[in-house]
């Protein structure tokens, strides 16, 4: 299929600690990969992209290598916050048919509720 | 800065309702979603429209539908609401390449007693 798979949730960190957030998709292509974070009362917004395999994102000291030979793209951070607490997903694009024409949806993994405390 | 508005915030009402949430987006893009995101923060994607053509349609019950008067504008109805229709709706929009970013609004959160 062409899913996309991810850490099951909540995580509760202790500021200062490292996090990885464990994605794996499904798929015989090479789709442009993506994590996006939510924070309370707000909507998803991007976290960052990589649409080339064995390339590496970042942002805000969150970074993600996209490793076509394990079909992974794990979420990683050195050193959490208390303010990156949120819940995290990764996604990826899918082509979809429509009258001849291509069009492309995003498809969601589960999501990640990470907790960070004091 | 917010480019995908959402109206209502919050909408509180009785099972056999109608209701409407509005979605407006000011990025030009050519595409637009609707989203159901439930308690457990799963988001499920309900319809896709591109230039009002109906894209995608995940076996979303009939009671739902997508209205749209032009690119920039995904309203969503739902006709005689359900009770395990309580759930916060995420409007997105987004451009045609592949590796265009999807802009969400902040959602409308629908509760049905």
């Known amino acids: 299929g062409d899913s996309v798979t991810q850490t099951e949730g909540p995580v509760t960190l202790s500021e200062g600690t490292s996090l990885t957030v464990n994605c794996s998709y499904e798929t015989k292509q090479y789709p442009t990969l993506f994590w996006y974070v939510q924070y309370p009362g707000e909507g998803p917004q991007l976290l960052f992209k990589v649409p080339k395999a064995n390339e590496k994102g970042s942002n805000r000291g969150f970074e993600a290598t996209y490793n076509k030979e394990a079909t992974s793209f794990h979420l990683q951070k050195a050193s959490v916050q208390e303010s990156d607490s949120a819940v995290y997903y990764c996604?990826?694009?899918?082509?979809?048919?429509?009258?001849?024409?291509?069009?492309?949806?995003?498809?969601f993994g589960s999501g990640t509720k990470l907790t960070v405390e004091p | 800065e917010t480019a995908v508005f959402q109206t209502p915030n919050y909408h509180v009402t009785q099972v056999g309702n109608e209701v409407s949430f509005n979605c407006k987006q000011t990025?030009?893009?050519?595409?637009m979603y609707w989203y159901k995101q439930d308690s457990k923060k799963l988001l499920k994607i309900m319809f896709s429209?591109?230039?009002?053509?109906?894209?995608v349609n995940e076996t979303v019950p009939r009671r739902f539908s997508p209205q749209s008067s032009d690119k920039a504008h995904l309203n969503l109805r739902i006709k005689s609401v359900e009770p395990e229709d309580s759930a916060v709706y995420l409007c997105?929009?987004?451009?045609?390449?592949?590796?265009?970013?999807?802009?969400f609004g902040p959602g409308t959160r629908l509760l049905v007693l």
């Open positions: 990025l030009g893009h050519d595409t």
């Open positions: 997105a929009s987004r451009g045609t390449g592949a590796q265009d970013t999807q802009y």
């Open positions: 996604a990826r694009v899918l082509w979809v048919i429509c009258s001849g024409a291509n069009y492309n949806v995003l498809y």
């Open positions: 429209y591109n230039n009002k053509q109906l894209i």
